[in-house]
């Protein structure tokens, strides 16, 4: 598809409480999940690392506005042979002079070199497809013990862990394919990709690419800019001529930009007791607007709150 964090872990308990055990709030009273993630105190926020983000900078919009694109890397044990090449490839600065080239309706848009003649740097791994999986004995036993399992329509449970979207199943664990999640494209099986060609998810998860793919990172800023551009007419949603793609002025790490420009972003928690009510909150919507609680959410419909740091 070039043209292209629990041996048992689980979930949040996503049940509303039943009425024996506490009365209804007023409608009026009930926060909405974004209101109960803003009302977070300062303890339950993470900071990113600006050594784990990478930094997107397209060329200006016609009205001449920047547009920045900013991504936040998986941690270990993910796809770190991946994530070692996405981070030489950016030391080099192999990406400037790049484009988007693919943007497909409801699925992704992609971005690299569309020659596919520009020569990579030296020293590039070549990853092995067992890579796609972690082994759940990374993660701590207090994790797996606080948590319930969730059942999940593509494998045994899918679960908000240490900040990101996670599948598990008979002792393996793995990311999945959300809204704005980045990954590898790749050609053929074994290739797995190198890395030089990645894309963000700008449409309906497509989980049947999870375990088929390397997932690298997130779009935490800016998927606006990857997410509005013209769709692709030909094959695969890739751009038939120069003129339509997208120029990429330069991908860097975050650390390599001067001080006075490097972002700053926080997370909250996912094993925090307010990221447990933000959870609930998006499984059963009680604030006023709703009618009747879903009684359940995807793992996709769990989005990890994220923030500006200041």
Not at 80 to 90: F, M, P
Not at 112 to 140: H, M, Q, W
Request: with cysteine; charged share 20%; hydrophobic share 45%.
């Amino acid at each position: 598809m070039k043209h292209s964090l629990l041996a048992a872990a689980a979930a949040l308990t996503l049940t509303a409480p039943s009425a024996a055990q506490q009365a209804p709030a007023p409608a009026a009273e009930i926060p909405s999940p974004g209101e109960i993630a803003a009302a977070a105190p300062a303890k339950d926020w993470i900071a990113i690392p600006a050594s784990d983000l990478l930094v997107m900078d397209l060329a200006p919009d016609v009205k001449g506005k920047p547009r920045r694109v900013v991504i936040q890397l998986m941690p270990a044990p993910f796809s770190q042979g991946w994530i070692g090449n996405i981070r030489k490839l950016a030391a080099a600065h192999w990406w400037d002079g790049t484009s988007v080239n693919r943007v497909q309706d409801n699925y992704v848009a992609q971005w690299g070199d569309a020659t596919e003649k520009k020569a990579l740097p030296d020293g590039l791994a070549v990853v092995p497809e067992s890579n796609y999986l972690a082994s759940g004995r990374a993660f701590p036993i207090k994790v797996v013990l606080r948590r319930q399992n969730r059942k999940d329509a593509y494998t045994g449970a899918a679960v908000p862990l240490l900040g990101w979207p996670i599948a598990l199943d008979k002792g393996s664990a793995w990311p999945v394919h959300c809204y704005g999640m980045v990954g590898v494209g790749r050609n053929m099986s074994p290739d797995t990709g190198s890395g030089a060609e990645l894309y963000t998810v700008i449409g309906h998860a497509p989980r049947h690419l999870d375990r088929n793919i390397a997932l690298v990172g997130r779009v935490i800023s800016g998927i606006e800019y990857l997410s509005s551009l013209p769709r692709g007419t030909g094959a695969l949603g890739f751009y038939e001529t120069e003129a339509e793609r997208v120029p990429i002025a330069s991908i860097r790490i975050a650390t390599d930009l001067p001080s006075a420009d490097q972002p700053k972003f926080e997370y909250l928690s996912t094993e925090s007791d307010s990221f447990a009510k933000y959870a609930d909150a998006r499984a059963n919507r009680r604030d006023p607007f709703f009618i009747k609680p879903a009684g359940g959410a995807d793992i996709c419909n769990i989005p990890v709150p994220v923030r500006a740091a200041k």
